[in-house]
């Protein structure tokens, strides 16, 4: 028999997103926050960039969780609640929830509400006896869950979205992930590995173009809920790694000195201006690690594949 889906919704969208956005821009370096590309288009454009040729991460993380399954079920044992930070599709969740031991709820966290609604009541045509809580929620912030019972809980965080912070916000984030959870609950975490510049180059710029649509779309997401004006075609996306800081930065770039409206407030573009609207740290199994432990957690095992281009870390509260 099929449990419904229950949804909850935790996130005051505007107003976050007008304040945000406006500071952002307002900067002398204009930044805009990775999460605002995450409408229902955004999210349909990063599941199509997921299934192109140059993009590793997202096959690598699926063979990684394919080929360890049993061994990934084994070490994390008899689980009660499976959480997923930023759900997007839910291709990545279906190995664990089909091998995990003794799963009786998951709880799908994603600021896209529709996408995340409609992720979510595929899954529980496939798993009709799980318990499905569907949060529509902003996992980079605090987040008080629907969780009432002390039953062992893991959080589920993959594709590497761990290094769209600043180490200083990754370790923020991991500290208050820590709060949500007891002692020997854990934490499965997917982190793309450094490596060489020519592979993440490609990686963030595949010849169909759809990382570019897909990080220009955060525009239409602007214009389409805070009243902006930009004209995407004045607008270029630009992405490279930075070795030094060993991330991908990623950019939209104006073709053209222009003015720009959002929210009732003008912004000033010269050509070749910039605005920074992603980060994508990359860290190797050694680091990730002892950031984990300066965060409350101890770290329990590692999954690579051939190429260590990717690794899988599961995690528990100390």
Not at 159 to 177: H, K, Q, W, Y
Not at 186 to 197: H, P, Q, R, S, W
Not at 277 to 289: A, G, I, L, P
Request: proline share 3%; glycine share 6%; aromatic share 12%.
């Amino acid at each position: 028999m099929s449990q419904q889906v229950k949804s909850y919704d935790m996130y005051t969208k505007q107003h976050n997103m007008r304040q945000e956005v406006l500071s952002g821009l307002s900067q002398d370096k204009k930044t805009l926050q990775a999460k605002y590309f995450y409408d229902q288009r955004g999210s349909e454009l990063f599941e199509q960039i997921t299934r192109q040729p140059e993009y590793y991460l997202t096959r690598t993380e699926l063979e990684i969780l394919s080929q360890h399954q049993v061994a990934i079920a084994d070490c994390i044992g008899p689980v009660h609640t499976l959480i997923e930070y930023g759900s997007g599709s839910s291709r990545k969740i279906k190995s664990l929830l089909s091998s995990l031991h003794q799963l009786e709820a998951y709880m799908p966290i994603d600021i896209s509400k529709e996408f995340l609604i409609q992720s979510a009541h595929q899954l529980s045509q496939d798993y009709p006896t799980l318990d499905i809580k569907a949060v529509c929620g902003d996992y980079s912030t605090p987040l008080v869950l629907p969780i009432e019972d002390k039953l062992k809980k893991v959080i589920f965080f993959p594709g590497s979205t761990i290094g769209n912070f600043d180490p200083d916000e990754a370790a923020a984030f991991l500290s208050r992930s820590c709060q949500l959870l007891e002692k020997g609950d854990g934490f499965l975490i997917g982190i793309d590995t450094k490596k060489a510049a020519s592979v993440l180059d490609e990686a963030y710029n595949d010849q169909a173009g759809v990382t570019a649509q897909f990080n220009l779309n955060i525009l239409q997401h602007i214009n389409e809920s805070l009243e902006g004006t930009f004209d995407l075609t004045w607008f270029e996306h630009v992405a490279f790694y930075n070795e030094a800081l060993g991330r991908v930065e990623m950019y939209l770039r104006s073709r053209i000195d222009q003015l720009v409206t959002v929210a009732d407030q003008t912004f000033s573009f010269k050509q070749g201006e910039t605005i920074h609207t992603e980060n994508s740290y990359k860290y190797s199994v050694d680091d990730f690690q002892v950031l984990a432990r300066q965060n409350g957690f101890t770290p329990v095992t590692c999954f690579t594949d051939r190429n260590q281009y990717f690794s899988v870390h599961y995690l528990e509260k100390t």
